[in-house]
């Protein structure tokens, strides 16, 4: 999925799930490639419009989605994290987003986080992606 070696690397740094992000470099395809293939482009115009909208890279942003849900909107972390970029709620409430579960408004608030965490860490993604999880309320 990734060509840019930087977003790359800040991804196999900052997510701690050495298992899934190792997969989505190595060439090798997924176990449920096919499932996550087909439902991974579901979300393309949304993560494009608000990605272009926000300036936050495509890849990164779709990589988020595949390491925190695996393109659930219905998915929620035991630690109450919900929708397709696992928002806490009160990150959720901050962000605009009244329902989690909602992919249009979940990407959009999730997008909107991160671009909040690229301009605190002046555009550095594994710093962005490494205080995410720890940032949210």
């Not at 395809?29 to 096919?34: D, K, R």
């Not at 990150?91 to 329902?99: D, P």
């Not at 710093?127 to 999880?133: F, K, T, V």
């Amino acid at each position: 999925i990734f060509q840019d070696v930087r977003v790359r690397q800040a991804l196999l740094h900052a997510i701690n799930r050495p298992a899934i992000s190792e997969k989505l470099f190595s060439g090798k395809q997924p176990v449920a490639h096919g499932i996550v293939h087909a439902l991974d482009k579901a979300y393309d115009p949304l993560i494009k419009k608000y990605g272009t909208e926000l300036d936050v890279d495509f890849n990164l942003i779709k990589a988020l989605i595949l390491v925190e849900s695996n393109f659930n909107p219905r998915a929620v972390s035991p630690k109450g994290a919900r929708g397709l970029m696992q928002l806490m709620p009160d990150t959720a409430r901050r962000m605009g987003v009244t329902n989690a579960f909602d992919p249009r408004q979940n990407i959009f608030g999730g997008v909107q986080f991160l671009r909040l965490l690229l301009d605190l860490f002046n555009g550095d993604v594994t710093l962005a992606l490494g205080d995410r999880e720890r940032l949210q309320r």
